[in-house]
């Protein structure tokens, strides 16, 4: 029964990350990380114009085509403040539109993608090394992994400070012990027990610090084998480093 | 016949209003070469320079104004340079000719420097100042 809850949360997990990475493809606005050399060209990539200009960083633009190792971009302006009417792409004027040149190498090296809201969903693992429980206090070392989801808003994007909101669902190794089973059991016991938790993470630069406060359920059969004491009683877990993946929300 | 009247002539003065086009060189004196503006003037002929571009200046209220620039008057440099990143960088505070303040009827005849949005408007940039 828990190896099939085990392959059900991996395939979950799966599931989720392919969709993630198939959602980033399918971005296409770009943002020069630094200065890039371009030429103006027409829509089909012919260079109308040899004039070399320079892309300065941070400048946004839409990859429009890709032949080979030509990549024609065109550049945008993204427009976060609505009280102008509807700035929508579609709503632009097309004629006004000016085509660049880049090669495929620029594109992947001086550009990176942009995220079009401060608000990601996240899916991935988190490991609760540490629980500690209440009434009465005590603190165990009952591993805990499953799955989690949630939403990530990116407070800072250049210093890469996030916040996350996670729920999550799991399976945890618990020991129980005569004091634990009011005296059900004399030696140490582990059981597996299904996990459910909330959490925020606190994500600055590759560092995530975590704090969880979840439920333990063992099975029915074995809570009136062992009256377990902590059975659906609230515990709290600091956690450090997760391994989370995130894609993008796009704002309407 | 008098309310149309009356009706006639705040139609006509308010497009007049906001239909007075300005040529706005972008740049930083003496070179026009920073990021600010050189000079703003009502001459809105077609021959311009290369880091000059036409635009609509509203006064939105008390504390904001409108710079509404024509997306094919601005050249493929001037874009890269100014509007590209979707900040408009004024690098200190830029103040009015006489003539211009009179023209906007505004008191305060400075802009006040700072990073501004730029909103993509169907053929317009536009940036809303403070002043």
Known sequence: MLQKWLVLLLLLFFTKLSFGQSANDKNRLYEFLVECPIYKCNIIGKIIDTTLLIAPPKSKFMLVDMKQDQCIIRFTVLTKNKSHGNKSISMEDYTTYSYYSITKAQLDFKASTVKKSDIDLVVGTVMTPIKLRFNPFDFTKDIGIGTTFGVKYTLNQDKQAAIDGLIGVGISNVSVDSFTTHGRTLKNVDLMAFTSSIGIVLELGNAQVGLFLGFDFISNENQIKYDWLYQAKPWVSFGIGFSMFSFNIKKN | ?131
């Not at chain 2, 009356?6 to 004196?29: E, P, R, T």
């Not at chain 2, 408009?88 to 802009?111: Q, V």
Request: contains cysteine; hydrophobic residues 40%.
């Open chain 2, 1 to 131: 016949m008098k309310p149309l009247l009356i009706i006639f002539v705040f139609i006509f003065n308010w497009n007049s209003h906001n239909d007075i086009q300005f040529k706005v060189s972008i740049g930083k004196l003496p070179d026009c070469n920073g990021f600010n503006f050189c000079s703003i003037s009502k001459d809105n002929t077609i021959q311009k320079r290369e880091n000059e571009v036409l635009a609509y200046i509203n006064v939105n209220d008390e504390k904001h104004i409108e710079f509404s620039f024509i997306k094919r008057s601005i050249s493929d440099q001037l874009f890269l340079k100014y509007f590209s990143t979707g900040t408009f960088l004024l690098d200190e505070d830029f103040i009015f000719a006489p003539e211009i303040c009179e023209t906007l009827n505004i008191e305060r005849c400075k802009l006040k420097q700072g990073k501004y949005e730029i909103s993509d408007s169907y053929d317009k940039y536009i940036v809303v100042f403070n002043y």
